[in-house]
């Protein structure tokens, strides 16, 4: 009796490169050609620099402190000012009267962005006008919106909202018009409707484009207040610039246009938080 053994034989295979290897390089290539490492209140470091030469200039006298004061000047100012109580009532005026603005401006931009980047019937009939409104001047409109609105604080929000929405709209607009147009076939084959179609796909590809046009709108409030406020004020930081030009208190108007800037750094720098919560998603170089 013949016994018949077999033998299995095992194929083992080869232990595979060790990818992380390669892996590593790649991200050494990336980390080579981006911009490296986000520095800590990196956005401090420009006006850091403008307050030490503004000082190291006052200090060696090269500027006439007639027309610019040294920062300890401006700060002293500052603080005689609170502490009379006018500076607190003009900072509050001039927010709120941002604020209102910019609250009329950002809505009527979204809309009018979402109506227009949307339709066709939208587009053909808003975004033309909004153009030709971007054409005009809206400092120039200020004499047309005074007879039509009268001298009080309607006609300054007005044009403050008017400031406000372009950009807002212009950059969504841009946003929505450039979304792929293979996002769009996609949620037609997996059935979305169309409100599920804007929730998922609309809205993450316009708020990129949308935050921009949020930055520029929170700076374009602040630099229409400048100039509305002093247009038949009787308050605000506008006014008080007014006021101190008459008087030739430079010191004053240097305090006015420091509180404008630290509020513009600090809207701007809300925003950026914002958008950088909300687009967490998205890798880019910044990130």
């Given at each position: 009796m013949t016994a018949v053994t077999t033998t299995?034989?095992?194929t083992t295979k080869a232990p595979a490169p060790l990818a992380p290897v390669e892996g590593t390089h790649q991200v050494r290539r990336r980390r080579r050609l981006a911009p490296g490492r986000r520095l800590p209140a990196a956005r401090l470091v420009g006006p850091a620099a403008v307050l030490a030469l503004w000082s190291a200039a006052s200090a060696a006298g090269l500027l006439d402190p007639g027309a610019i004061p040294a920062p300890w000047t401006v700060l002293e100012t500052g603080s005689r000012l609170w502490s009379a109580g006018t500076l607190p009532d003009?900072?509050?005026?001039?927010?709120?009267?941002?604020?209102?603005?910019?609250?009329?401006?950002?809505?009527?931009g979204i809309l009018l962005a979402l109506a227009s980047g949307l339709t066709r019937t939208g587009e053909a009939l808003i975004d033309g006008t909004v153009n030709l409104n971007r054409?005009?001047?809206?400092?120039?409109?200020?004499?047309?919106?005074?007879?039509?609105l009268g001298i009080g604080e309607t006609f300054k929000i007005a044009i403050i909202a008017i400031v406000v929405y372009i950009p807002i709209y212009l950059n969504t607009h841009a946003a929505l018009s450039g979304i792929d147009s293979r996002f769009v076939e996609l949620a037609e084959v997996q059935g979305l409707s169309k409100l599920q179609f804007i929730r998922q796909v609309v809205i993450p590809g316009a708020l990129p484009g949308f935050f921009v046009g949020l930055r520029l709108g929170v700076t374009g409030s602040w630099l229409g207040l400048v100039v509305l406020e002093q247009i038949n004020a009787t308050s605000g930081l506008?006014?008080?610039?007014?006021?101190a030009q008459?008087?030739?208190?430079?010191d004053v108007i240097?305090?006015?246009?420091?509180?404008?800037?630290?509020?513009?750094?600090?809207?701007?720098?809300?925003?950026r938080l914002i958008e950088r919560r909300v687009l967490s998603w998205r890798r880019t170089l910044s990130s």
């Open positions: 299995t034989h095992q003009d900072i509050l005026t001039s927010l709120q009267r941002a604020a209102t603005g910019f609250s009329i401006g950002l809505t009527v054409a005009i001047p809206t400092l120039g409109l200020i004499p047309l919106f005074i007879l039509w506008g006014y008080m610039m007014f006021q008459n008087y030739g208190q430079s240097l305090v006015g246009l420091v509180v404008y800037g630290v509020f513009g750094l600090l809207s701007d720098s809300a925003v």
